[in-house]
């Protein structure tokens, strides 16, 4: 073990030459961050037994986060931050002549997530760990994450991404502990002491491998487990008709198929069968080993929810409702009403969108087909369910429809997340006002008391500790560390925000983070940036309601003026952008090559090219997010109000010191309740506004093409050779979204306003004292956003979980 740069030394080229027979004159950074990675495991594999035996003899009550997503990112720097090792690890390989930095380069990033959603789940397990809560994650360890994205001639062109090629250092497969999952059948029924047993026959069975990732408790020996699923064959069918060597290939390739990839997240719902496999693997699996470990406590089973809180990220993993009905009655022997109380005490649930048209409905054919005995429940469900609701609603059949779990022959996965869960949060106040209001009006009347609000958070560990160490060490010698276990202490630093010492170092933080960024777009991209321009940034997956589009349009109408009037008075800007569409999303795509359209222009274009720039970084990911960030002036988070659930990439870039330009929406409203007017920049309709106009139908957007002249060149340009059509390139389907399909997210309604809120931080960043001022402000109220508050939060309002006692890390 090491505790100190020279024993890490010596640590460091013993394990070099005993695992890889290298002397460290001839090791590379890839070997570096082998070795790495198995000086961790070895240090703290004792720590994770430890915590499991702990949590086995105190019984303690433990949540098990399921979801479809971990964004986890990298874990080497993150995993050396916890064991508060990551300094003199530094600094002992670069006396050994090698680069901490340069070998974390060699980690693969695991894109186990599209987005949000996915990176959430990875800031909470970390804040879990970080104070000590049993939790744990429980996914699927897909082959492939999401696509790697490369720009080629300006559009989106998507690779495999094979993360796991050179192997994966963090995780420990426990074929041990795997688990059967069963597919199709018929579900027989027969009658045995006067009950109905259900059976399923026929079925195609599957193993469920686990591969657990220990999730490392910063400044504790605390260490949980994210275990992540892997599909494979189970029990071969042996067939002597069709059972031919190809057949057998072909059965195997389709069980690996479960756990082969992860779906984008598209513009509207799909109900894809494979998607619907993955999502029952998950919750069977999950539910198997759950189980497992509650039969180890030799209490009976309706002590399950006091000993197990499930929890579900978005409706994704609802069949766990089902399911777990389905194994406590058909294998525990509980009648239906006593799985129903246990599972109506087992399950909460998370909601994270709004959408219409990204809710989960399975069609019930579907269902029955893929999942026999889960849809017979389902059905009794519904049917029990639509029952109470008669007694309590007589003769208000649109109620009931409206709170029906099946409908048609649709399976409506948010109101059967709802029926047999105790608690339904939403992620930002704005969010779960909308629900209970408006989307889940009804089922918020029947349930009042299940519906709440958990604020979003992030880990001020991987986005502040880890993505800008500077700033992190600047904070420390303002107002002492102790922020580090109680991120709201950041407030301290209103204190500074005033003191020029502070704002002086502050600005040599995000002038080095700005320079960093510029050499890697620079090396990449062969374009140079200017540091000391305005970094503008949008990073964030592409979507319409997200509205990369007006940032576009606003950029479109700039250069136009540019060009007008070559000598107008701006601050340089430099825009920079990141973003995935999802493959089969065409309007999100054809915005990506507007940007890198647009991009052409303004940077070969030397007149404009000491005002303005334009970046679209490819490929956004975990890693490259951490390189963003902290070198951002200004944070674009100007989505539709009303449609951005919370949005986690504001608080990011907050923590880092970014001034926001942004709508009221999702978690923008609560910084703007902290900031202020002053310190952020606030533009377009509000919610209520957004929501009128959708019922009056009153909004036209061909009158603002009308009027406004500087809408009409934009939207003009888009469809006219020209300026942004070089080659007669046409954005026509973006032309048509807005002018021809009613402009559904409102971007030619808000472009004044957004015009206005840009000219005011144009003029705001001229006066570099005061911009200063505005960004220590900006971090001094960002500690609100720590995850590990939001996760206190869920452990007493919804899981009720206690940190198991307290034990500092030797
Ligand atoms: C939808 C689908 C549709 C089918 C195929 C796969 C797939 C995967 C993911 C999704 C939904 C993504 C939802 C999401 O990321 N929501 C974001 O959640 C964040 C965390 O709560 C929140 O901050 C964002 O506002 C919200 O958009």
């Not at 795997?178 to 109905?196: N, P, S, W």
């Not at 002492?480 to 704002?503: C, H, N, T, V």
Request: with cysteine; glycine share 6%.
């Amino acid at each position: 073990m090491f505790d100190t740069k020279e024993n890490f030394k010596e640590a460091f080229k013993k394990e070099l030459v005993m695992q890889l027979g290298k002397p460290v004159s001839q090791a590379t950074d890839a070997d570096v961050y082998r070795i790495l990675g198995m000086m961790i495991r070895e240090r703290i594999g004792e720590d994770w037994a430890n915590t499991n035996q702990r949590l086995k003899a105190a019984k303690a009550k433990q949540v098990y986060y399921f979801s479809m997503e971990f964004l986890i990112g990298r874990q080497l720097g993150n995993n050396l931050l916890s064991l508060g090792v990551l300094e003199l690890v530094r600094d002992g390989l670069q006396e050994l002549g090698f680069d901490l930095d340069s070998a974390e380069e060699e980690e693969s990033d695991p894109g186990l997530g599209n987005g949000g959603l996915g990176r959430l789940a990875a800031c909470f397990l970390d804040s879990l760990a970080a104070q000590q809560l049993p939790g744990h994650g429980c996914g699927i360890r897909y082959r492939y994450g999401l696509f790697e994205q490369k720009i080629v001639d300006g559009h989106q062109v998507e690779l495999p991404d094979y993360w796991l090629q050179r192997g994966n250092v963090w995780e420990v497969c426990r074929e041990d502990k795997k688990v059967e999952v069963r597919f199709g059948g018929e579900v027989q029924m027969t009658e045995r002491d006067g009950r109905l047993h259900f059976e399923l026959a026929g079925y195609e069975s599957i193993w469920a491998i686990p591969y657990d990732i220990p999730v490392i408790g910063s400044g504790s020996s605390h260490v949980n487990t994210l275990r992540l699923w892997s599909a494979r064959p189970a029990k071969t069918p042996i067939k002597p008709n069709n059972g031919s060597y190809y057949n057998y290939l072909n059965y195997y390739r389709s069980v690996e198929s479960v756990s082969e990839f992860l779906y984008p997240d598209d513009s509207e719902f799909e109900g894809k069968l494979l998607r619907l496999k993955q999502q029952y693997f998950l919750c069977s699996a999950g539910l198997q080993s759950i189980l497992r470990t509650f039969d180890k406590l030799e209490l009976p089973i309706e002590c399950l929810p006091d000993k197990a809180a499930i929890h579900i990220n978005d409706t994704h993993p609802t069949l766990v409702i089902p399911e777990l009905m389905r194994i406590l009655m058909d294998e525990r022997s509980c009648s239906w009403e006593e799985a129903w109380q246990i599972t109506r005490r087992a399950v909460s649930y998370t909601n994270h969108t709004t959408l219409s048209e990204a809710l989960e409905k399975w069609p019930g054919v579907m269902v029955k087909q893929l999942l026999p005995r889960i849809y017979m429940i389902i059905e009794e469900m519904n049917k029990r369910f639509c029952a109470e609701l008669l007694e309590r609603y007589p003769g208000d059949q649109n109620r009931i429809s409206q709170l029906a779990i099946v409908y048609g022959d649709q399976i409506r996965m948010a109101n059967l997340a709802i029926a047999g869960s105790y608690s339904v949060n939403g992620v930002a106040a704005l969010h779960t006002e909308i629900l209970k209001k408006r989307e889940m009006k009804a089922f918020y009347e029947l349930y009042p008391e299940r519906f709440n609000n958990k604020t979003n958070g992030i880990s001020h560990r991987r986005w502040l500790m880890h993505a800008n160490p500077a700033l992190a060490r600047l904070i420390t010698e303002a107002i002492g560390s102790r922020w580090i276990r109680q991120p709201r202490e950041m407030i301290g630093l209103i204190k500074y925000a005033e003191d020029r010492g502070f704002q002086d170092n502050l600005h040599e933080i995000k002038r080095g983070n700005k320079l960093r960024l510029a050499k890697y777009v620079r090396e990449r991209l062969h374009i140079s940036i200017d540091p000391d321009s305005i970094f503008d940034v949008q990073a964030k997956r592409l979507h319409a309601y997200k509205r990369q589009l007006l940032n576009v349009l606003h950029m479109m109408h700039l250069y136009n003026q540019l060009k007008d009037n070559p000598s107008a008075d701006i601050t340089p800007r430099t825009f920079l952008f990141s973003a995935k569409a999802a493959p089969g999303y065409y309007l999100a795509k054809n915005i990506i090559k507007l940007i890198n359209t647009v991009a052409d222009t303004v940077n070969r274009d030397r007149t404009v090219r000491d005002k303005m720039k334009v970046v679209f970084l490819e490929n956004y990911s975990v890693s490259l997010a951490e390189k963003l960030i902290p070198a951002a002036d200004v944070s674009e988070q100007i989505s539709t109000a009303g449609k951005e659930a919370s949005g986690t990439g504001n608080m990011k870039f907050m923590m880092n010191g970014a001034l926001t330009v942004g709508t009221l929406d999702g978690a923008n409203v609560e910084m703007h309740e902290m900031l202020g007017d002053d310190n952020m920049f606030l533009f377009g309709l509000r919610a209520e506004q957004v929501m009128e106009y959708n019922q009056s139908g009153e909004y036209s957007p061909w009158h603002i093409y009308d009027v406004d002249l500087r809408v009409k060149e934009v939207m003009d340009q888009l469809i006219q050779p020209g300026r942004f059509c070089p080659e007669g390139q046409d954005f026509e389907s973006i032309y048509q979204s807005v002018l021809h399909h009613q402009d559904e997210f409102f971007v030619l309604k808000d472009f004044a306003s957004y015009v206005e809120a840009h000219l005011r931080i144009d003029l705001a960043y001229r006066n570099a004292r005061d911009w200063l001022k505005k960004s220590a402000l900006n971090i001094a109220h960002s500690g609100k956003f720590s995850s590990d508050h939001t996760i206190k939060q869920y452990a007493t309002g919804i899981w009720q979980i206690e940190p198991l006692i307290l034990q500092r890390r030797k």
